[in-house]
């Protein structure tokens, strides 16, 4: 079973930074998309980042595009989120998804992990 879990939320002052990890276990590839998405309170699911873990092929919503960062570590079967100069508004839910398909980002993910609350304040 494909199994993810996400880790790192916490709570920081704006401006501050936080690393949320998800470890991955039971693809048969180390080639796949991990995306994390967020959920704040009284908002819908969106999509923040995504990477394909061979390739280095990233995507960024606009809103952190220049902020978070995301990366693999595929010998850790991990993915990263680094988090600077975080705002009021990235208080969110933070969770981790992945899909065996490479392209998968920009698409819908088979494979989700419980979340991690980030809480940004001023």
């Known amino acids: 079973d494909v199994q993810l879990q996400a880790s790192g939320g916490g709570s920081v002052q704006a401006g501050g930074s936080l690393r949320l990890s998800c470890t991955i276990s039971g693809f048969t590839s180390d080639d796949y998309a991990v995306a994390w998405f967020r959920q704040a309170p009284g908002k819908e699911r969106e999509g923040v980042s995504c990477i394909r873990t061979r390739g280095d092929v990233t995507w960024y919503a606009h809103s952190v595009k220049g902020r978070f960062t995301i990366s693999s570590d595929i010998a850790n079967n991990a993915v990263y989120l680094q988090m600077n100069s975080l705002q009021l508004d990235d208080t969110a839910v933070y969770y981790c998804?992945?899909?065996?398909?490479?392209?998968?980002?920009?698409?819908?993910?088979?494979?989700w992990g419980k979340g991690t609350l980030v809480t940004v304040s001023s």
């Open positions: 998804a992945a899909d065996d398909v490479p392209q998968a980002c920009g698409h819908g993910m088979d494979y």
